[in-house]
């Protein structure tokens, strides 16, 4: 079983940056794969990154391509999402997702049924 925090998540304008994070409890962190989905009100979750077990590889949606790094550091089991240039329709609820993957994957999947453990999300606000 792995649990999932998210953190970092608050209010800030257009233009703005924030770094979100999301620690796991995995003994075997480095064994997951993981990702940042995004679900805005009356909007169904949509891929926001991905990144592999050792962090060489990444992907992003085209939305957040140039603007949003996602990155992680296995020795302190954390996840994070630096997110710069902000805009109002990046407002929503960001969750972190796990999933065991093996070592030869280049990066988890962009579909959200395919992760195993998910962190309760934090509430992402960019004002105009």
């Known amino acids: 079983q792995v649990q999932l925090v998210e953190s970092g998540g608050g209010l800030v304008q257009a233009g703005g940056s924030l770094r979100l994070s999301c620690a796991a409890s995995a003994r075997t962190f480095s064994s997951y794969a993981m990702a940042w989905f995004r679900q805005a009100p009356g909007k169904e979750r949509e891929f926001v990154a991905t990144i592999s077990r050792s962090g060489g590889t990444t992907y992003y949606a085209d939305s957040v391509k140039g603007r949003f790094t996602i990155s992680r550091d296995n020795a302190k089991n954390t996840v994070y999402l630096q997110m710069n240039s902000l805009k109002p329709e990046d407002t929503a609820v960001y969750s972190c997702?796990?999933?065991?993957?093996?070592?030869?994957?280049?990066?988890?999947?962009?579909?959200?049924?395919?992760?195993?453990?998910w962190g309760q999300g934090t509430q992402v606000t960019v004002s105009s």
């Open positions: 997702a796990a999933v065991p993957t093996r070592s030869t994957a280049p990066y988890g999947s962009t579909w959200y049924g395919a992760y195993d453990y």
